[in-house]
């Protein structure tokens, strides 16, 4: 899950590299680099940490040359060196090659190199790459052919970008499964992973579908399939702007994104109605349905699931993308899979979505990123309309999701049960005026070991969400779970002190939890409500504003994103960037 950024332009490409790479740091922080071609030389600058840190100690921006290659590395394979940093070159320096994703016959491949004499420098799978390429440019002398011979080898995901010190004039790219985007600029063009990285430059971007490779000059590309016949494909206009991706005056992206949920969710619920009405036509049509997803997209899939039994009495399974290949016994043609993500390009999912599609089921999902993987693998695609998130932490993405979730079910039932979305938003925005309460608890619990998050039925899924944020960002230990289950066995955990946070809105199911919050007094937790009602169990309170029980959860989730903002910042933990993270999982 790197980030990857590649450009030719009239101007010195260096410095649009390091802003391209800034934007898309949030795919991996462990180490950074950039190379460029320039005087027939090719040269590399690279780091272990973040861009800024590349810059102050290789002044990378300052490198001439108007071809270069950038990337940002999530480390899989090889420690966090600077040896094992992006770009990595051949022999002569001849081949610099950035790359996203697993070269799984990596060891084979390295072993047969080394046979022909090739030295290899660092640990990483990718490095093969570049000697590979060289290797075929010694026959081919073409660089798109010597590209192509190349990942013919390889087995694995991969996105990559390769850079010829002897064909400046040309960079050329491949990928399968790991994302690759072409930016389509005025006399300049661009590769990466992510069209964040090159947003400033172009909204023209053409998506590369599997098993493509392309070859781009200043003036134009051209997209091949891997046999090398040619593809014809017309730049996308994109949605998103530049405007998008400052932070305003917050001091992370991610506070600025809990803070821009009142906006985004009524945009959320804003649907093309074609779109909404071929989305339920296809879930009413379906013999059997499966919501998949990873992560907080899971947690929202869970909430419509809920909705879909409870309401419209759709049989419904949730599967957890990373465990849908093992449990897809019995998808099937008139099965319909319903997607959730974010990014668009989660390796789990994209792989959950080809064994349902395999199975000869249908796929429709619920996206934010319009251009990505799943939107183009889907037979009909609902937008989250909530802008980029940068954050690595779903925030506005995932009330974003659930407030999806909702106007699906409530055309799957042919009722607004949910209410005026712009109410929805007042809600939220009187929500975040308990945000110095949230700080108060943050201040007071932040060296906490362990913290549990407990609700009851419609409102589970939070307590895994809230569990979650605050695993991703404080680092500290939490879990989420059904307040039934405490006295199962969890509850011999709590001790005097232990924070539990209990989730507990008016109406159905507050009284049984409140019980379940007496139990843990009883056993001197300190419990920490999140209602909107008033009860002696709550040692802190959270505040919400009462609302019906399918916008509660919304409502819920912004005090504990909050809450886990805090903490980190208490703790001096980067929320933006939480270690070992990264905002979109391209590898399985
Ligand atoms: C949530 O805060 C995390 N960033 C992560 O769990 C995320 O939800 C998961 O990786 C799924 O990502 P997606 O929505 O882009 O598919």
Not at 135 to 151: M, W, Y
Not at 494 to 510: L, Q, R, W
Request: hydrophobic content about 40%; overall charge neutral; some cysteine.
């Amino acid at each position: 899950m790197c980030g990857i950024i590649a450009g030719i332009s009239e101007e010195d490409i260096a410095p649009l590299l390091i802003e391209g790479l800034m934007r898309v740091e949030y795919r991996g922080y462990d180490s950074a680099g950039i190379a460029t071609v320039h005087d027939g030389e090719l040269e590399v600058r690279k780091a272990v940490g973040r861009i800024d840190g590349l810059e102050r100690t290789q002044r990378a921006s300052t490198l001439a040359g108007n071809t270069g290659v950038g990337h940002t590395r999530w480390a899989t394979h090889g420690g966090v060196t600077k040896a094992n940093a992006h770009p990595h070159t051949s022999c002569g320096n001849k081949v610099a090659v950035v790359h996203n994703g697993i070269i799984e016959n990596y060891l084979e491949l390295r072993e047969e190199l080394k046979q022909k004499g090739h030295v290899f420098t660092s640990e990483t799978d990718t490095e093969v790459i570049p000697h590979l390429v060289e290797e075929a440019l010694k026959r081919k002398k073409d660089p798109l052919k010597a590209t192509l011979n190349a990942v013919k080898k390889l087995k694995g995901q991969y996105a990559i970008v390769v850079m010829f010190k002897d064909y400046p004039e040309v960079l050329t790219g491949a990928r399968n499964d790991a994302p690759l985007v072409v930016g389509v600029g005025k006399k300049e063009m661009f590769l990466a992973s992510d069209v964040l990285a090159f947003i400033a430059r172009t909204d023209q971007a053409v998506f590369l579908d599997n098993m493509e490779a392309v070859s781009v000059t200043a003036g134009g590309y051209k997209v091949y399939r891997f046999d090398g016949s040619e593809v014809s494909k017309k730049p996308t206009q994109l949605a998103w702007e530049l405007s998008d991706l400052s932070k305003q005056d917050y001091a992370h992206y991610t506070l600025k994104e809990i803070h821009e949920q009142p906006e985004t969710v009524v945009r959320a619920a804003l649907q093309d109605p074609r779109r909404l009405e071929n989305f339920v036509r296809i879930l009413k049509g379906a013999t059997s349905v499966v919501l998949t997803a990873s992560g907080s997209s899971y947690h929202a899939a869970l909430l419509l699931k809920d909705r879909l039994s409870r309401e419209a009495k759709i049989r419904c399974d949730a599967v957890l993308a990373g465990e849908f290949e093992d449990q897809a016994h019995f998808v099937e043609r008139g099965t319909v899979v319903v997607a959730f993500s974010q990014s668009g390009e989660t390796a789990d999912l994209l792989r959950a979505v080809k064994v349902g599609k395999d199975r000869g089921a249908s796929v429709i999902s619920i996206v934010n990123a319009a251009g990505s993987s799943l939107a183009r693998e889907s037979d009909e695609v609902l937008t989250l309309n909530c802008g980029p998130e940068v954050g690595v932490a779903a925030t506005k993405s995932f009330t974003a999701q659930v407030m999806v979730g909702n106007v699906v079910a409530d055309a799957v039932v042919g009722e607004n049960a949910t209410g005026d979305a712009k109410k929805v938003g007042r809600l939220i925005a009187e929500t975040l005026r308990s945000e110095d309460s949230v700080r108060q608890v943050a201040k007071e619990f932040k060296e906490r070991p362990d913290f549990y998050f407990i609700a009851r039925g419609h409102n589970y899924p939070i307590a895994l969400e809230g569990a979650l944020k605050l695993k991703e960002l404080s680092y500290l230990h939490a879990e989420g779970m059904p307040a039934s289950e405490l006295k199962h066995g969890t509850l011999a955990l709590i001790e005097k002190g232990t924070p539990v946070v209990v989730i507990a809105p008016s109406g159905e199911g507050f009284s049984a939890t409140i019980s379940n919050a007496l139990e843990l007094d009883a056993r001197g937790a300190e419990v920490i409500g999140i209602s909107d009602k008033v009860h002696p169990v709550f040692k802190h309170r959270i505040a919400i504003p009462r609302s019906n029980e399918k916008v509660a959860p919304i409502l819920e989730a912004v005090p504990l994103q909050l809450l886990a903002y805090f903490i980190a910042t208490e703790r001096k933990n980067d929320p933006d960037y939480p270690r070992n993270l990264a905002k979109s999982v391209t590898v399985r």
